[in-house]
């Protein structure tokens, strides 16, 4: 038989588990303790439990880590990580320095079936969604390598902010990303990070909004990237499913935390959503929308269709957006020496032949 990864299993479904195989429910809040907390690597090192429930746990789970086969470290700081999974697949992750502490990017799938056309992970297409326990494993790797601060454990974290910005479409892996964030976000025995700290980027996934927002209350981030439908379904076919018309009137509706506000991406490309009209049509789009806008500006890449506006053009767009009233910044690039674009790292792991070479890059790792 072939074992379970316990990090599969959220503390309610263990709980089950264990009922179900003779056990106390409660004992799962204890073996969470030692996966979360703890960063217990096996379940002989759980000395609270009796032997036999250490036997029964040892026969049925593992508690494996991600096999890391490579890391490169940026100038600014900005850390990629290329994991190699079971199945010799890739995936990746992205702790990105802030004035005090880091922000963890992580990754939902093993490539994206989205097709946003300035993106590079689009161009190795789409191969599986990632497992809850890949997910998780993300997030508990990365805390078990950084040193933790002095005091309180639960401010004590390397990183606080986590954001699914990574490789994939979250909204399209729903099921194990919603139980990857009742670990995330378990405040009891979990990984402990509160829903102010989480933000997940979508690309519009909009029949997702509602459950997503009810049940974890975390922030939402839209790559918007256009202002009216022909463009946005030109670079992102998703548009053509939920028009920009849905698109927005979902984030009206989305159940927002206390006074925060919806993050709009916009990935600015030279003639394609850099016009002053573009900046106009955006402020009215937002109207009606809790928002901040991030501008990003397109990092070319060999070979792809979009250019990087000039730096006048952009400072006039943001000029726009600032005299309307709304929060927008341009954001920098992080870690542009060591691939940190989206699905670059995974990218340069993939042969030359399976890239599709009409395709184009994307822009940024995304710190909030
Ligand atoms: S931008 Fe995001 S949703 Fe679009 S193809 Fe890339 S990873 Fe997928």
Not at 24 to 30: H, I, L, S
Request: glycine fraction near 6%; include cysteine; charged fraction near 30%.
């Amino acid at each position: 038989m072939k074992k379970k990864d316990i990090k599969d299993f959220s503390q309610s479904k263990l709980a089950e588990w264990l009922k179900e195989n003779g056990e106390k429910p409660y004992r799962a809040g204890q073996i969470f303790k030692w996966v979360y907390l703890r960063q217990a690597d096996t379940f002989d090192a759980m000395t609270d439990l009796s032997k036999n429930t250490r036997e029964l746990l040892e026969t049925n789970f593992n508690i494996g880590r991600l096999e890391k086969s490579n890391i490169e470290t940026s100038r600014d700081g900005t850390k990629k990580y290329l994991f190699m999974l079971e199945d010799g697949e890739y995936t990746e992750c992205v702790l990105i320095p802030g004035k005090e502490r880091y922000t963890l990017c992580i990754s939902s799938q093993v490539g994206c079936a989205q097709g946003c056309r300035f993106c590079l992970t689009a161009r190795g297409g789409f191969k599986r969604n990632l497992t809850t326990a890949e997910i998780v494993a993300q997030v508990r790797d990365i805390l078990h390598d950084l040193p933790r601060k002095e005091g309180d454990p639960e401010t004590a974290k390397p990183f606080q902010n986590i954001v699914f910005m990574g490789m994939g479409e979250p909204l399209a892996n729903f099921s194990h990303v919603s139980e990857a964030l009742e670990i995330i976000m378990n405040t009891d025995y979990g990984l402990k990070f509160s829903s102010r700290k989480v933000t997940l980027s979508t690309c519009g996934l909009i029949n997702r909004f509602q459950e997503l927002g009810t049940q974890f209350g975390l922030n939402l981030a839209v790559s918007l990237n256009a202002t009216d439908n022909e463009t946005r379904s030109r670079i992102m076919p998703v548009n053509k499913t939920y028009p920009l018309e849905s698109l927005i009137d979902a984030c009206v509706h989305y159940p927002l935390n206390g006074r925060s506000k919806i993050t709009f991406e916009y990935i600015l490309m030279k003639g394609v959503n850099d016009s002053e009209k573009d900046a106009h049509e955006l402020a009215r789009l937002l109207s009606r929308v809790r928002s901040k806008i991030n501008l990003i500006p397109f990092n070319e890449f060999e070979d792809c269709e979009f250019k990087r506006p000039d730096d006048a053009a952009i400072e006039r767009f943001l000029t726009i957006l600032l005299d309307k009233g709304y929060t927008a910044i341009v954001r920098k690039s992080m870690g542009p020496d060591i691939s940190a674009a989206c699905g670059q790292l995974r990218a340069n792991q993939i042969r030359p032949g399976e890239m599709d070479k009409k395709e184009t890059s994307d822009t940024t790792v995304k710190p909030d």
